[in-house]
């Protein structure tokens, strides 16, 4: 079974960065795409990033184009969400997530993924 394991939230200024880190255990060698959502209270989870989890083409919603940015570490098994230009209404919780299936397009949608991290406070604050 694949854990993955986020570490990086916290308590942020407008304007200010973060980021984010989520490393993935067990059987990894099978997994084809890593991604980052996030979850507000009273919303539903929100996709945020994706990309090709043996590295290179990536995707991002549009809310957070030019200002975040998704990346991956071969070596450590680890993605990365890089946070930039934070605004209030980032604040969230933010979950890594990862999927062994194939597709023939991006995953958006939380059904697509089969693993879950344990999701990690962003707070950003005015």
């Known amino acids: 079974q694949v854990q993955l394991v986020e570490s990086g939230g916290g308590l942020v200024q407008a304007g200010g960065s973060l980021r984010l880190s989520c490393t993935a255990s067990?059987?990894?060698?099978?997994?084809?795409?890593g991604g980052w959502f996030r979850q507000a209270p009273g919303n539903e989870r929100e996709f945020v990033a994706a990309?090709?989890?043996?590295?290179?083409?990536?995707a991002s919603s549009d809310s957070v184009k030019g200002r975040f940015t998704i990346s991956r570490d071969n070596a450590k098994n680890t993605i990365y969400l890089q946070m930039n230009s934070l605004k209030p209404e980032d604040t969230a919780v933010y979950y890594c997530?990862?999927?062994?299936?194939?597709?023939?397009?991006?995953?958006?949608?939380?059904?697509?993924?089969?693993?879950w991290g344990q999701g990690t406070q962003v707070t950003v604050s005015s």
């Open positions: 067990g059987p990894t060698y099978n997994l084809y795409v």
């Open positions: 990309i090709m989890w043996s590295g290179g083409t990536s």
């Open positions: 997530a990862a999927s062994s299936r194939r597709s023939m397009t991006w995953k958006t949608s939380p059904t697509a993924y089969e693993y």
